[in-house]
């Protein structure tokens, strides 16, 4: 019998909090999220926390109630200040990977989303409104093979967009 703990994360947003879709299961995690892909001038906008050291595509925790469409959208403006649009699905992920030392089980929605506004440059940094634990840039296309990006799948598959959604399992790869 395994006994489980289901954590949703809060965050305060004003006066009520959200609930984030995050399952501890001991010392494993099963996690909802989805992340967003915007391509200006043959490069791609990611984030780094600058506690890791790797980069990732911009997104987050699905939150209960919300569809992964709304919380690409959502993550957009809580982390660059602008209003996206969720395009088209690219990919669902089922991302097996470690991190922090926990097992995690992911599904991923990932995106291509539009700057709706058009406020994004396609060079350069970005200043982000929730503060300076994450650096935005923009990154070429060319040269993302050479960077560590997680899920490691990434610099291949952002070199040719699918046309239609593509179902993907993944395992992180461990050297």
């Known amino acids: 019998m395994v006994l489980v703990r289901f954590t949703l994360f809060g965050k305060s947003r004003g006066v009520a909090a959200v609930e984030d879709l ?18 200006k001038d043959d490069h791609v906008l990611l984030h780094k926390n600058k506690k890791e050291p790797f ?9 209960l ?14 982390e660059l200040g602008i209003p996206a649009k969720a395009q088209r ?9 470690t991190y922090r030392d926990r097992p995690y089980h992911e599904y991923c ?5 539009k700057d709706v506004e058009d406020r994004l440059l396609g060079t350069g940094g970005i200043v982000s409104p929730e503060g300076c634990d994450f650096s935005y840039e923009w990154i070429s296309l060319a040269g993302i093979k050479e ?3 997680r899920p490691d799948f990434l610099p291949e598959k952002l070199a040719d967009l699918p046309a239609v959604p593509v179902h993907l399992i ?5 050297e």
């Open 22 to 39: 995050t399952i501890e299961l001991g010392e494993r995690v099963l996690n909802c999220r989805t992340a967003g892909i915007v391509i």
């Open 55 to 63: 980069w990732a595509l911009i997104g987050g925790r699905i939150q």
């Open 65 to 78: 109630g919300e569809d992964s469409a709304q919380a690409v959208e959502r993550e957009f403006k809580e």
């Open 89 to 97: 699905l690219l990919w669902i992920v089922e991302n097996f990977f």
């Open 109 to 113: 929605f990932i995106y291509l989303v």
């Open 147 to 149: 960077l560590p990006l």
């Open 170 to 174: 993944h395992r992180e790869r461990t």
